[in-house]
C-alpha cells in the first residue's frame, strides 16, 4: 500500500503540470479535480499502509504472548493460555 502511495503521488504531481500548462478553462478545472483526487488517494493509501505497519509491528512484537480469547459456549469472551507456552520469563 506505501508504495501504491508513491505511484499515485507521482500521477497527481504529473497532472498537476498538466495543469500549468493547460489553457483552457474547462480542461484546467478537470485538471484540478483530478490532481486533487489523486492526491487524496495518494495521502489515504500512505496513511493506510502506515496503519497496517503499526498493527503488524504490535502483533507481532507487543501483544502479550500465550493469551488467546475464547468464548466458554455462552457468547462470554475470556482469556486462556495458548496450549503448549509456558509461563512468560521476565
Do not use: C, K, Q, W
Amino acid at each position: 500500500m506505501i508504495g501504491s502511495s508513491f505511484i499515485l503521488a507521482d500521477h497527481a504531481n504529473h497532472t498537476y503540470d498538466e495543469y500549468l500548462a493547460a489553457t483552457d478553462p474547462a480542461e484546467i478545472a478537470e485538471l484540478y479535480d483530478r490532481t486533487v483526487r489523486y492526491d487524496r488517494l495518494a495521502s489515504a493509501a500512505l496513511l493506510g499502509g502506515e496503519v497496517m505497519v503499526a498493527v503488524g509491528l504490535y502483533a507481532r512484537f507487543l501483544r502479550p504472548v500465550g493469551l488467546v480469547v475464547a468464548s466458554n459456549g455462552r457468547g462470554r469472551p475470556r482469556a486462556v493460555r495458548s496450549p503448549g507456552v509456558s509461563e512468560r520469563v521476565p
